[in-house]
Structures are given as structure tokens and as C-alpha cells.
């Protein structure tokens, strides 16, 4: 029972930087690990970067030493810093959640925000 709200899109030249930000809200006990994924057209949903509540870090090759994930679970938020952006890397970003709904539930369940488009054109 998360809802995840994605900002801080939009466009930017090649070799510039975006941050993108994800607020969790609604009705659980905790949030697992937070991700972003991208879908550019014609191509399937795939991985950019994720991290564990205790901060566990996994990202694409391709992004690699140019993206950083971070998050504040104080806030419930998840924060994905994007630099020397390449047109490849543009897609609609769609933040991710797996959470835990109650303290007596013992599986979790995915939630994914309604995404953020990342253009990068000169």
C-alpha cells in the first residue's frame, strides 16, 4: 500500500545532470529496497540502479561511475543522481519500492511510480 511520486525529470544536454527524487507514501510498516528502472521506446523495462535499506548499492554497467542512488529512510525517499548523461540514458525513469505492509505480514510487495521522462538532446 505505497504510492511513489517521481520529479526532477526533464531535458538536458548531452554531458549534463539531472537528479531525480521519489517520495514513498501510504499505509505500511517499512520499505525494503528502493530502485529505478527506465523504459525508452520499443525497448523493455530495465534496471539503473537499486539499494537496500542498509544502503547495499547495485547498478547497470552502463551507468556505472556516472549515476549514484542514494536514500533517506527517514523520509521514505530515494534519490537518483545523474551525471554526464548520454542520449542513450534517455527514457522514462519509474522509481521502485518493494515494502513490508505490516508487522505480521511476512512477504513483500512491489510498487513502482508513474515514471519521469529523461530526455538528453543537444
Known amino acids: 500500500q505505497v504510492q511513489l511520486v517521481e520529479s526532477g525529470g526533464g531535458l538536458v544536454q548531452p554531458g549534463g545532470s539531472l537528479r531525480l527524487s521519489c517520495a514513498a507514501s501510504g499505509s505500511f510498516f517499512s520499505i525494503n529496497t528502493m530502485g529505478w528502472y527506465h523504459q525508452a521506446p520499443g525497448k523493455q523495462r530495465e534496471l539503473v540502479a537499486s539499494i537496500t535499506k542498509g544502503g547495499s548499492t547495485n547498478y547497470a554497467d552502463s551507468v556505472k561511475g556516472r549515476f549514484t542512488i542514494s536514500r533517506d529512510n527517514a523520509k521514505n525517499m530515494v534519490y537518483l543522481q545523474m551525471n554526464s548523461l548520454k542520449p542513450g540514458d534517455a527514457a522514462v525513469y519509474y522509481c521502485?519500492?518493494?515494502?513490508?505492509?505490516?508487522?505480521?505480514?511476512?512477504?513483500?510487495?512491489?510498487?513502482w511510480g508513474q515514471g519521469t521522462q529523461v530526455t538528453v538532446s543537444s
Open positions: 521502485y519500492a518493494s515494502a513490508k505492509r505490516s508487522r505480521f505480514t511476512a512477504s513483500l510487495s512491489d510498487y
